[in-house]
């Protein structure tokens, strides 16, 4: 069995991911937030180091930088732990 190892990121960085994927796709904290199906309040606590994200906020953050172009894999690699 192949059991997908979850992302790792550098908890300190995990805001400043967030903050950037926003920004790269051009969404609001509002329209992030519902993509994701959080609150607005909850991705703004994320962005400023506040809050973790949940194990499957993760999942679909993960999602959503393996779907985009060239620009998720930076962000991948900038803020990955190897």
Request: proline share 7%.
């Amino acid at each position: 069995m192949n059991i997908k190892k979850p992302l790792a990121i550098k908890q300190p960085e995990v805001g400043k991911l967030i903050r950037e994927l926003r920004l790269k796709t051009g969404l609001t904290q509002e329209q992030f937030a519902a993509v994701l199906g959080v609150t607005f309040p909850t991705v703004n606590r994320w962005e400023n180091g506040r809050n973790q994200p949940s194990p499957i906020a993760m999942k679909q953050i993960e999602k959503i930088l393996l779907e985009m172009d060239d620009r998720g894999q930076e962000l991948l690699a900038k803020y990955s732990t190897p």
